[in-house]
């Protein structure tokens, strides 16, 4: 049996409340920065924000993007 299944075997047995703090834990542990991620988003927003700035894009209002979604449902 492996690490994973031993340990979810535990779990398993645990009362509910157990379980749940255990997988608050858990998901508290995924929700960590990732400094890669932040870079490249980073990057991709002050990109952005240069076409926005030179003309080669252009900003919608939300009702215009809200109608393009009611319209193509």
Do not use: C
């Amino acid at each position: 049996m492996s690490t994973i299944d031993n340990l979810l075997d535990k779990a398993l047995k645990l009362s509910p409340a157990e379980k749940a703090k255990i997988i608050d834990q858990l998901i508290k542990s995924l929700d960590q920065p990732d400094e890669e991620i932040n870079k490249l988003w980073t990057k991709e927003s002050e990109s952005r924000i240069d076409a926005f700035e030179r003309g080669d894009i252009r900003s919608h209002t939300v009702e215009e993007a809200f109608s393009k979604y009611k319209s193509n449902p």
